[in-house]
């Protein structure tokens, strides 16, 4: 039995867990919007709004109580362990001017991530048809063209793929980077 027992084991070890919470933690900051299994997301979603929760405390004290932004910043590196990605989070370096991923959530009580299912019923092709093109998901990241094929023949054969995005303000922020994130269906 499992009582008292939080989270997901996602058959790793506990560093091996972290360490992947950390990565997609990483990854959905720096881009505003990934494709990973929906177990994974559900998992790192608590994970990423605690760190946005902690870097908009630190911009409140940032005027006035500079000890307390520091030890806000250190709190959010020691979880993330990427320098670019706190600066781009807090708004610093060459992120001073557009302002960080932090100042854009200032007016909302959390819920800063959402996770979209893809589909289970391969996007509109029929179950069982052989009949039929597989349905790419077609996505631009780091300037670049992907492509996501669509798998299987059954209902919920992708069922556990999701986009896992920041809310409000995310396509805004990756167009002025120069990253049109465009998630169309063919």
Known sequence: ?????RGRHLSRTASHRKALRQNIANSLLSYGRIITTLE??????SFAEKI???AKKGLMKKETDKPGYVHCYRQVLSSLRNAEVVKKLFGEG?????GG???RYMNRNGGYTRILKLSGTRLGVLS????????????KMEGRD????????RLNDNASRVIFELVEGAVEALQTEGIKPEVTTA
């Not at 069982?128 to 996505?139: A, R, T």
């Open 101 to 103: 991923i932090a100042q």
């Open 40 to 45: 994974k997301a559900k998992e790192t979603k």
């Open 146 to 153: 992907r492509k996501l094929r669509m798998l299987g023949r």
């Open 52 to 54: 946005i929760t902690v």
């Open 128 to 139: 069982g048809s052989s009949v039929g093109k597989i349905p790419e998901l077609e996505y």
């Open 94 to 98: 060459q992120w001073r001017e557009t």
């Open 1 to 5: 039995m499992r009582h008292r027992m």
